[in-house]
Structures are given as structure tokens and as C-alpha cells.
């Protein structure tokens, strides 16, 4: 006799009692456990990424009061014209040097300087090598404070046409902490360039960590994951992975 106590998809916990033809109870198990040796049949749990609006908690901060902040980037419009508008906000603009030596020579200045907001906008036809080593030399100098790296493109989540060769940007940002504790950085995307967006991007500087989207009303929203409610790819090709 079996009496099943509790049961899923592969398993099923049970008490069973053996009797002889007669009745007489032989032997009596409880919580005996049942494994089934089939394959259970998983339902795929599918997530996406979805942008979810938020609000920066505190006060505004006093920008040119509090931090020391180099912009670095050529003077591509019209994102580098609408922030030479803010003189308060930067100090001289510096190109990313292109060879190793010009590199290494900033990378010192900013050490020496105290820097401890750098924003880089992000050149898509720069060498994505060129920026990496830039922070490679800024390790090797000697950090003597919290750095913070502030990466600003447009077309990684916008929908802005622009090819997303700045996610190159993004995944470096994102690695930062893990190559040096005195390193953390945000990957800024623009969804375009006028009073609200400049403005959110004022008040976010040094706030945010890993990747935020600022919306065209001057929005700021952050990625989170939440499950989808169909299957993007019913017909999948077999057994594999979704990323």
C-alpha cells in the first residue's frame, strides 16, 4: 500500500506499507523517496533587460565645487559644443592623445591633478584600444584617490542610428572595479543632446555606476532584468543557451 505524501516533476515522497496475502503487516516506510530516471521536462524561464525610470536620492551635488573633472574628447558636435557652454562644469578639454607616450604623459597629469571625475565621450572611430590603454597608464601611475570614469555615447540603447561601437566602452567600464579598487565608472548613453538631457547628465556625473540611459525629456533610467511574459525564439534550434 502507497500513500503518496508530496511529489514535483522528478520526485515523489511517499509512505509504503508491504503486507502478506493474509493482511499481516511486514514492513512499514515512511518518506521513502522516488526518483523518476526520465528527463524532466524544464519550461525555459526567458529574461530581458528593461529600462526602468528612476530618481537619483539627495540633493543635487555642487559640481565645480566638488570634484576636479577633465573632459576628454575631440570637439565633435554637437555634444562637445553644447558642454563647452558649461564652463563651470569642466576645465580645459584634452584629446585622447594617440600615441603610447602622449597617453602615459596624461595618464600622469591626472594623477598629479587630483582628477577625480573623468568624462570621456566616446570616439567611434577611434581606436577602442586607445582608451583602454589610457586607464591602463592611469593604474600604473598610482591612483592617491577614487577615480570615477564617466564614458558618454549615444546608439548602445538609443535609438539614435548611430552605429553602438561605444559598447566596447561599455564593457571596459564595466571591469573597472575589478582591475582596481580606486576605479569605478558609468557608460552614459544619450538618447540625444539639448537642455534636459545636459542637465540629467549634470546631476548624474559621479552618481551612477555601470550603464544608465537618459532619455530625450531628461529621463534617467537603469537596466533591470524581468522575465518575459512570451518566448522571443519559439522555434529554437535544439538545445542551447539564450544570453
Not at 526602468?52 to 559644443?81: H, Q
Not at 591602463?136 to 535609438?159: D, K, T
Not at 538618447?191 to 542637465?199: D, F, I, R, S
Request: some cysteine.
Amino acid at each position: 500500500h502507497v500513500v503518496v505524501t508530496d511529489k514535483n516533476a522528478s520526485l515523489i515522497t511517499a509512505a509504503c506499507t508491504v503486507t502478506d496475502q493474509s493482511g499481516q503487516v511486514l514492513l512499514d516506510m515512511a518518506d521513502m523517496v522516488f526518483a523518476s530516471l526520465q528527463p524532466a521536462a524544464v519550461e525555459a524561464e526567458i529574461y530581458g533587460l528593461r529600462w526602468r525610470p528612476t530618481t537619483l536620492a539627495g540633493s543635487r551635488p555642487d559640481v565645480a565645487g566638488s570634484r576636479r573633472i577633465m573632459l576628454l574628447g575631440r570637439e565633435d558636435p554637437p555634444l562637445a559644443a553644447a558642454l563647452a557652454d558649461l564652463p563651470d562644469m569642466f576645465g580645459p578639454r584634452r584629446a585622447l592623445p594617440e600615441t603610447d607616450a602622449a597617453r602615459r604623459v596624461l595618464a600622469t597629469d591626472i594623477v598629479n591633478q587630483g582628477v577625480d571625475q573623468l568624462m570621456y565621450l566616446s570616439e567611434p572611430d577611434s581606436p577602442h584600444w586607445a582608451f583602454a590603454h589610457l586607464l591602463q597608464e592611469i593604474c600604473r601611475a598610482g591612483l592617491r584617490g577614487p577615480l570615477h570614469v564617466n564614458v558618454v555615447g549615444s546608439g548602445v540603447v538609443a535609438a539614435t542610428g548611430a552605429l553602438p561601437v561605444s559598447a566596447l566602452d561599455h564593457g571596459l567600464v564595466l571591469t573597472l572595479r575589478q582591475e582596481e579598487p580606486l576605479l569605478s565608472g558609468a557608460y552614459i548613453d544619450l538618447e540625444g543632446v539639448n537642455a534636459a538631457t545636459l542637465g540629467t547628465l549634470r546631476t548624474c556625473l559621479g552618481r551612477v555606476d555601470g550603464f544608465c540611459l537618459i532619455r530625450n525629456n531628461g529621463g534617467l533610467e537603469l537596466p533591470e532584468l524581468a522575465r518575459l511574459t512570451s518566448d522571443p525564439l519559439p522555434d529554437r534550434p535544439g538545445p542551447g543557451c539564450i544570453v
